[in-house]
C-alpha cells in the first residue's frame, strides 16, 4: 500500500523513515486508531529487518484508542443460558460457561485445564492476567456447561478443555448469540460483562466482583457492572 502510495517509485533507505511518517499521517484521520497502530508496528518491524534508519518512526505519537466498553446483553443470564443451549459442540458450550456463568476473559478460558477443575469443591483455578491466579467458585450452570468438554479433554489428554483459537473462541461466542438472536452484537467481554452485572445485581458486593473478575482496581469492576432497571425501581421504591 504504501509504494502505491508513493507512486510506486522504488525507496531508497534514506527515503523511508520520511516517507512511512507521511504516510502514517495522510491515513491516520480515515482509520481507526488501531489499524494505524497496526500499520506502525509493520513498518518498524520492515526497518528493524532491513536495519533502516527510522528516528521519526521511533518518536512517532500513535493515536489513542477508544477504550472498548463491555456491554451485559439485554437479555442477561437468561441470553447466556440461550447461546450455552443451542451450541452443538460440547467446547463451545463450555467456552459460553466459562465466560457468561464464571466471567472469565477469552483467554483465561482458553487457558483452563481439566486439572484445574476441583469437582469436589466445585471451585476452578483461573490464570488471570500478569499470571496472577484465583480460585473462583462454579455454579450449578457453569459447571454443568463446561463438564462434557472437560471430561473429553481429559479422555483425550488434551491440554485445553476448549481447544479453540483465541479468533475462532470469539467468533463461535459472537455466532452463538446471532443464532439465539441476542439483541446487540456480542463480543466475548460483553458475557463477561453480564455475569459482573447479574452478580452484583445479586449481591450489590462490588468487592465480591471485583474478585470474581480478578481486577485489581475496583474502578475497572465498575466499568463492567450495569445496575439494572430492577434493581434501580428497587431502591426507588421507598
Known sequence: MMLLWADQTAIRPDQFDNLAVR??????????????????????TWATFAEWPAPMLEEYTLPTPARATPHPIPEGIDGVLAMAKVATNDRH????????????????ALSVRPADVDHHNRTLMVRGKGDRERVVPLSDKAYA???????????????????LSDRGARDALTNLAKKVGISIHVSSHDLRATFATAAYDKT????????????????????????????MRDAADL
Open 145 to 163: 456447561a463446561i463438564m462434557p468438554a472437560v471430561v473429553d479433554a481429559a479422555a483425550l489428554l488434551r491440554e485445553s478443555v476448549v481447544g
Open 23 to 44: 504516510w502514517l499521517n495522510a491515513s491516520r484521520k480515515e482509520q481507526k486508531p488501531k489499524t494505524t497502530t497496526r500499520r506502525y508496528t509493520s513498518l518498524r
Open 204 to 231: 450489590l458486593n462490588l468487592r465480591a466482583v471485583q474478585e470474581l473478575l480478578g481486577h485489581s482496581n475496583p474502578a475497572t469492576t465498575q466499568v463492567y457492572t450495569r445496575v439494572s432497571m430492577t434493581t
Open 93 to 108: 458450550r463450555a467456552l459460553v460457561g466459562l465466560c457468561g456463568f464464571a466471567g472469565l476473559r477469552v483467554s483465561e
